[in-house]
């Protein structure tokens, strides 16, 4: 039934490196799973010994995508980073996203820097609201989606009733590579449609190792399983009535969604994903410029920033750039042009970061994330290349929802303050608002999720050596303005009107009311939504 994509054989080598690319991330509300998910697909391409302590979020201080101090105190992670690994005879790179909805902005960044996601569904939650944000921004970007329902071992949602929320909220068609047999709370194993055959999970070491997976014909599953086998055939026989069996094109046009179903924290179905993805999920293939041209994935080396993070942790206080490769071969110490400045660069310090794990990068192909260290004057967005030059579209900064004045606790320490708020701005940790009447002592910042505020406070504490005040400001509200607009509000109540550094004017409103009131007394005024394209989170 299944229907294999006929990868290129052919070509040079960088084609057929970027063939063997899957890169894709998974998006999930918190605590669907996504960390043990990660921790059970780099267990399977035996990348760690065991899953990392995944009994608990608080204990899991040892993680591979758990780094900073405010990520393990929370148990949140806010830093990006890539996870390579080897599997069958394809290079997986699983990009790494915040799971906090505060940082939905870097999650947008990851996003715009893989091929496929991974949507991850707590059976007993079905879709949540930050997943189906994700999903959202998944849909703008085009990217093909393979839902996993997880916590199958737990009692949960009936999967009939699962699919058809998936339709109804998604709009997209639940294609079943595996069904679940045993009802949630009760996970024997699934039917694997593409080969037909039972795969019966057991539990190994509660979780800690692969599970032991037996295969057996649908007759003999038919014989141990019984009832519970021919119910998983029938539910999913009646999935694949009304939306059709599972096809390639169907997925990749976004109009239809594998569905697969596992148990994380015990590691079952988890080889199942990770075969759907070598066999199914889109291989690194050319990237559109700004203008929509694409650029041949053989074509001299291109990429672009998704992601700037400094302070990694205690032991490397660096500032490491994230790189999508998207064209040629990328060769550790190769001089690049970053297109901004125009300036080249010497690639010396190349690495590939995933939590404290870090490793010297010394080739990279299409697909793959290159962290660059101490490139400081990177940002994210930037398009670096070789030869010939190439501009990829910038990623829109969202609508920020938080106003918060900074001030440098110690005025002495002012040149600090300034260089960290310019470099946290850069790494785009925080948008940075100005004006003449508030003036450089004062800037505000603006966010997205308020959370993001602690971060810098913590930064420039830790970092720049630069304690510094907040001072929350009643807007909530941004839209995009002009020059023209900033005499006109300067004497209204609730509004006021700021520059930021990509030299956009925004206005700010206390609330909607404000807004609609400055809309009726001035119907002259440009007040644009922030990004068209963008979810407003
Ligand atoms: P996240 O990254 O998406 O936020 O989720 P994370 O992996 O941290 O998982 C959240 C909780 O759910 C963890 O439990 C984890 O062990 C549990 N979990 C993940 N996958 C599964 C699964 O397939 N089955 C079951 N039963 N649990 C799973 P925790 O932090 O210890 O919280 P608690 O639920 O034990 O209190």
Redesign the pocket.
Known sequence: MSQDILRPVRGNEIEKQAARRRTFAVI?H????????TEALALHAKVIGTAGA?????NRKETVSDWMQMEQDR?I?ISSAALQFDYRDTVINLLDTP?HADFSEDTYRVLAAVDCAVM?VDAAKGLETQTMKLFEVCKQRNLPIITVI??W??PGLDALALMDEITERTGLLPMPLTWAVGISGDFRGVWDLRNDRFAQFKRNNAGANIAITEYFTPEQALENQGADWENAVDEAELVIDSNLAFNVDEFHAGKATPVLF?????NFGVKEILDALVDFAPQASPRPDVTGETRPVDAPFSGFVFKVQAGMNKAHRDHVAFIRVCSGKFERGMVVTQGRTNKSFATKYAQQVFGREREVIDEAFPGDVVGLVNASSLRVGDSLFIEQPVEFPAIPLFAPEHFQVARSKDPSKFKQFRRGIEQLEHEGVIQVLRSDIRGDQAPVLAAVGPMQFEVVQDRMEHDFNAPMRLERLPYSMARLTTLDTMPVLANVVGAEVLLRSDGEYLALFNDIWALRRIQKNYPDLVLETIGSERPQF
């Open positions: 999930s918190p605590d669907a799973g996504k960390s043990t998910l995944s009994s608990g979020k608080a148990g992670s799971g991850l997880n916590k071992d737990r596992s148990s994380a924290a015990l």
